[in-house]
């Protein structure tokens, strides 16, 4: 079992940034990648940037790309999210994901290519 724990949500004016990040534990050798996704009210789940464990391949939605970066340190078991040119639209809860499923570097956005979730971290951003 992997356990993570988000920190880093909060309220920001819009043009502003934020820094999300996402605590591992557990059995964390099994992880082959990890990843952000987010929600709206009313909204499915949406797959906003992932990275390969090792840092081989990152993958980002187009509606984050140029303002959004994941990265990770490994040593610490920490996955982030760093956002700038926050826009209102990215208002909403978001989810750090990690998976052992080794699914295809083509699905890395794609909810159910994950099997352990966090609970979730909130973001606001006023216009």
């Known amino acids: 079992q992997v356990q993570l724990v988000e920190s880093g949500g909060g309220s920001v004016q819009a043009g502003g940034s934020l820094v999300l990040s996402c605590a591992a534990f557990?059995?964390?050798?099994?992880?082959?990648?990890m990843g952000w996704f987010r929600q709206a009210p009313g909204k499915e789940r949406e797959g906003v940037a992932s990275i390969d464990v090792g840092g081989a391949g990152t993958y980002y939605a187009d509606s984050v790309k140029g303002r959004f970066t994941i990265s990770q340190d490994n040593a610490k078991n920490t996955l982030y999210l760093q956002m700038s040119s926050l826009k209102p639209e990215d208002t909403a809860m978001y989810y750090c994901?990690?998976?052992?499923?080794?699914?295809?570097?083509?699905?890395?956005?794609?909810?159910?290519?994950?099997?352990?979730w966090g609970q979730g971290t909130q973001v606001t951003v006023s216009s």
């Open positions: 557990g059995y964390t050798y099994s992880v082959d990648y």
């Open positions: 994901a990690a998976s052992s499923l080794r699914a295809s570097r083509f699905r890395r956005l794609a909810p159910e290519a994950y099997n352990y």
